[in-house]
């Protein structure tokens, strides 16, 4: 089984910044993609952005040069760098990791963790 711990949600003003940051644990062999998802109140999930192992990365349009993905692979580690936040980032974001345990495939998800961004 494999479980995400993320850290790093809290309230900040327009304009601040935060950074998020999500572990992944448990039997893992590999893991392909790392990243985050946000839910607004009222609004369904959405990607944030990704990285695979390789370091290829997709973000939101709404948070390019904003948000920064990164991954420290040995520590099955992904972060969020978030710059220049605004009112509409906030939500609770949510870590995603996919890859391969020794038994079989796993899609894991972490609890979440609120980030509000005050106008």
């Known amino acids: 089984q494999v479980q995400l711990v993320e850290s790093g949600g809290g309230l900040v003003q327009a304009g601040g910044s935060l950074r998020l940051s999500c572990a992944a644990s448990g039997s893992i062999v590999t893991v392909s993609v790392m990243g985050w998802y946000r839910q607004a109140p009222g609004k369904q999930r959405e990607l944030v952005a990704t990285m695979t192992g390789g370091g290829s990365t997709n973000y939101a349009g709404s948070v390019k040069g904003r948000f920064t993905i990164s991954r420290d692979n040995a520590k099955n580690t992904v972060y969020l760098q978030m710059d220049s936040l605004k009112p509409e980032d906030t939500g609770v974001y949510y870590c995603?990791?996919?890859?391969?345990?020794?038994?079989?495939?796993?899609?894991?998800w972490g609890q979440g963790t609120l980030v509000t961004v005050s106008s």
């Open positions: 995603n990791s996919m890859g391969n345990t020794r038994y079989r495939t796993f899609d894991a």
